[in-house]
């Protein structure tokens, strides 16, 4: 096994050997080595893409004209990153941050789009920003329904870490009072346009149960030491060289660098946690160099793996010992069990009469948000849980005839206004929804290839349909024209948010986690990325991560001061 013989190579011991090793970069692995590097741990932190550094993000600065294809993606792009491809925020501005999934191939038994950043800081360049708390609903959603199991911690665990996070990375937003969606640290909030404020007053009128708000963001209104406010130049997939957006890069990654106790490596490809059988603890990480293929060990006595859920997944079970046959602390055998996603893809919008005196500034970077309302105040028998919406409204550009100067002064002036809503609904957990591992094929990288099985089922379904009858009809409130409903529903994967692959519960024979995230079975490696999430919400689950991590952070550097760990 290979756990038995990890301590041959004696001599590279004393040099590979750290008080802890971060597997992951992106806004979790970023959150875990700022909190290990400020408590007085060497931390290295391992990161499989190439590296970034802030504020030098080579496209965030250039002009549309300044790119061969002017922002389209070429057909060698799409056949490159053919997985990436089925994602919106794939373009030619930022298509250096996605890993090429021809030469990082996976099995899909049914479709599920694993959308990969490739490069220090992984995914926290490319999220949306969406940041909402969860409440006790979410937290008790499993043990009420039946659905999954129950969840080892309450919003009141969370709460003063949400507290923390939410200080340090800067989150815009208003103090709702909305009880099933907490209120926080907020800067300022965005402004709505005035027909989106219209919306808000027309929605209030025609419902008790539902309500319009600002988004909650985390883009600066307000700059904070080292990071200036939000630019409203809607290019933060580029990379912002403001650093008004949180991101590792910008944020967490330069805390711990102040600190002296970070050490980064990219191009390091996790292939295994070793584990010492004697002293039933985890002893390092074997890696694969992706630029020389050669493999290398690192030695710590705590592990964070935040790698994100697929990555973290494929760890867990590529690691076996004596121990562990089936992988690394998976005595439930629930690791990689479970997956989630959020379902998305609809596409509501309409036209907007009058208002033609009225415009807005700037290219706002979030949405006006309809907080879940479907079994919230709004019970319903057809399925459970719920969904929330985004909308924003804008103006399009003048239509008309004509060449030239004259096509083009028409271009430049504002036409009519539309509105837009979208919405994000949560995916139960279930057991059959899974990653495996494919040993009968190798990957490039000489490692069994990652097998993904996921689907949504009838839950998800009938929440889809819910939220096309829905939207359609507070448009129609509302007093909007012309109301077109497109779109199809996503597949898993494509809403970034996949998890729940080694979910935290009470109890070691159903779950892979205890209620700070450490593994049942081997609690020096703790999982804080979208692995360990018990049930799904329908928010961005990032602030979530982000909390969990600090929080999980702080409970592991106490027990290794204990010397439990």
Same mark, same amino acid.
């Given at each position: ?7 041959? !190579? ?22 875990? @080595? ?13 990161? $499989? ?19 061969? +294809? ?23 501005? !930022?298509?250096?941050?996605? /890993? ?22 992984? $995914? ?53 009072? /909305? ?5 926080? *640290?907020?800067?300022? @909030? ?18 008790? #149960? ?11 209104? *307000? ?23 949180? =991101? ?23 292939? *295994? ?21 050669? #493999? ?17 997944? @494929? ?72 969904? +929330?919406?985004?909308? =924003? ?10 060449? %030239? ?30 990653? #495996?591992? !494919? ?6 990288? %000489? ?87 018990? =049930? ?5 689950? =990032? ?5 969990? #991590? ?16």
């Amino acid at each position: 096994m290979p756990g038995d013989s990890l301590y041959l !190579n004696t001599k590279a011991i004393p040099n590979n050997t750290f008080d802890a090793i971060v597997v992951g970069s992106g806004i979790s692995g970023g959150w875990a @080595a700022k909190e290990l590097c400020e408590k007085g741990l060497k931390v290295l932190l391992l990161e $499989r893409g190439a590296p970034v550094t802030h504020p030098n993000y080579t496209t965030a600065t250039k002009h549309p004209w300044e790119f061969e +294809h002017r922002g389209t993606l070429s057909i060698k792009d799409k056949q490159e990153r053919y997985v990436a491809a089925r994602h919106y925020s794939l373009g030619e501005d !930022n298509k250096h941050f996605y /890993i090429n999934d021809i030469e990082n191939p996976y099995q899909e038994i049914k479709r599920f789009d694993w959308i990969r950043g490739d490069v220090l800081g992984g $995914r926290s360049l490319l999220w949306a920003r969406a940041c909402y708390r969860w409440s006790d609903q979410n937290f008790e959603a499993n043990l009420r329904d039946g659905h999954g199991i129950d969840w080892p911690i309450r919003y009141k665990d969370l709460a003063p870490w949400y507290d923390y996070v939410e200080s340090f990375i800067g989150v815009s937003g208003n103090r709702d009072g /909305i009880a099933s969606l907490p209120d926080g *640290q907020f800067q300022p @909030a965005f402004e709505m346009n005035a027909v989106e404020k219209h919306f808000q007053k027309q929605v209030h009128n025609a419902y008790n #149960t539902r309500q319009v708000i600002m988004g909650r963001t985390a883009n600066l209104t *307000q700059a904070v030491k080292g990071r200036a406010n939000c630019q409203a130049r809607n290019l933060c997939h580029r990379g912002c060289p403001f650093g008004a957006y949180f =991101s590792t890069n910008a944020s967490t990654l330069p805390a711990a660098q102040a600190t002296g106790n970070l050490t980064i490596r990219p191009y390091s490809l996790v292939h *295994q946690v070793l584990y010492d059988e004697k002293k039933q603890r985890a002893s390092g990480v074997e890696v694969i160099d992706t630029q020389t293929k050669k #493999t290398e060990n690192f030695f710590a006595r705590l592990l964070f793996l935040n790698a994100a859920t697929v990555a973290t997944t @494929a760890i867990l079970l590529n690691s076996v010992s004596s121990r562990f046959p089936n992988g690394l602390g998976n005595g439930s055998d629930q690791v990689g069990r479970n997956l989630m996603d959020h379902h998305k893809g609809l596409s509501i919008s309409a036209d907007v009469d009058g208002w033609l005196d009225s415009y807005y500034y700037g290219r706002r970077p979030t949405s006006v948000y309809i907080p879940r309302f479907r079994n919230v105040t709004e019970p319903v028998k057809d399925f459970l849980r719920g969904y +929330h919406f985004g909308a =924003s409204a804008s103006r399009t550009s003048a239509s008309g005839d004509g060449i %030239g100067e004259e096509l083009k002064n028409r271009r430049q002036e504002p036409g009519p206004w539309v509105i837009g809503m979208w919405a994000f609904g949560e995916c139960l957990p279930y057991a059959d929804n899974r990653i #495996t591992l !494919n040993h009968d094929q190798k990957d490039p990288w %000489g490692r069994p290839m990652i097998a993904v099985d996921c689907e949504f089922k009838e839950n998800e379904k009938a929440m889809h349909e819910d939220m096309k009858r829905t939207g359609a009809e507070i448009l129609e409130k509302a007093g909007f024209k012309n109301i077109r409903v497109a779109g199809k529903m996503s597949f898993p994967g494509n809403a970034n948010h996949e998890m729940g692959t080694a979910r935290m519960g009470k109890d070691p024979k159903t779950s892979v986690l205890n209620a700070f995230n450490q593994m049942h079975e081997v609690p020096n490696v703790v999982i804080t990325d979208g692995s360990c999430m018990t =049930s799904s919400h329908c928010v961005n689950p =990032s602030l979530t991560y982000m909390a969990l #991590t600090a929080r999980a952070a702080a409970h592991a550097v106490e027990e290794l001061k204990k010397g439990n760990i």
